[in-house]
């Protein structure tokens, strides 16, 4: 049961299936996210080849390429070396501030289809 004063959060990380650095990454992600595991916290791994529809009009460029979304806003969205401090210290000033932060119109509707995304 999801404690209804948890924020809703997702976490999208923006890869393909051809890519090495995206296959090495994979563990890292969920190694990390699991550490900031709380309830409403989601995370979902996006082939941007497979799933072309849910992506829209953004352009992914360098891999892995992150969104962070809240029931509101754009916490992040861009690309991020794949480091696991790295992504320790993303999730640690987006997950937990909450701040929003300015991004193209196109990425605001691949948000909107995230919060509609199931599992």
Do not use: K
């Not at 999801?2 to 299936?17: K, Q």
């Not at 799933?51 to 992040?76: K, M, Q, S």
């Not at 997950?95 to 691949?110: D, M």
């Amino acid at each position: 049961m999801r404690d209804d004063s948890a924020p809703l959060i997702w976490i999208a990380c923006l890869c393909a299936a051809w890519c090495r650095t995206c296959d090495d990454y994979a563990p890292v992600l969920r190694e990390v996210a699991a550490e900031f595991a709380a309830p409403g916290l989601t995370l979902h791994w996006i082939d941007i080849d497979d799933e072309a529809e849910l992506l829209g009009d953004c352009d992914v460029e360098t891999f892995p390429t992150l969104a962070i979304v809240d029931a509101d806003n754009v916490r992040f969205f861009g690309p991020l070396t794949p480091q696991p401090e790295t992504l320790r210290r993303l999730l640690r000033a987006t997950v937990q501030s909450g701040a929003a932060v300015p991004v193209a119109p196109e990425v605001l509707a691949f948000a909107a289809r995230l919060r509609r995304r199931r599992g």
